[in-house]
């Protein structure tokens, strides 16, 4: 007996590339989010205000690096408190 039915050889490879792609692409994004800027804790305005050194150190690293640094949350609150002492608020 000869057997007319065909059966295609099950490629494994193909079915989990998408799996894998998504994996790869989320431990390259959880790499790239965990610079040292986004583990440093994010101080508040009042706090900036209170603590001159810090306030200080800040807004000169944040001067310093505005292309990386301007949008950080601690360059905007260290910022935003120099403002504040400036126009005496």
Known sequence: ????????PAVIGWNFRP???????????GIVGCTPEALEP?????WYKA?????????T???NNPGQLEKTPNCINAQQAVDDIAMGR
């Open 1 to 8: 007996m000869l057997s007319t039915c065909l059966q295609q």
């Open 19 to 29: 799996i894998v792609f998504g994996l790869v692409l989320s431990g390259v994004l």
């Open 42 to 46: 994010v101080q508040s305005v009042a």
């Open 51 to 59: 603590h001159e050194a810090e306030r200080v150190a800040m807004a």
């Open 61 to 63: 690293k944040c001067h």
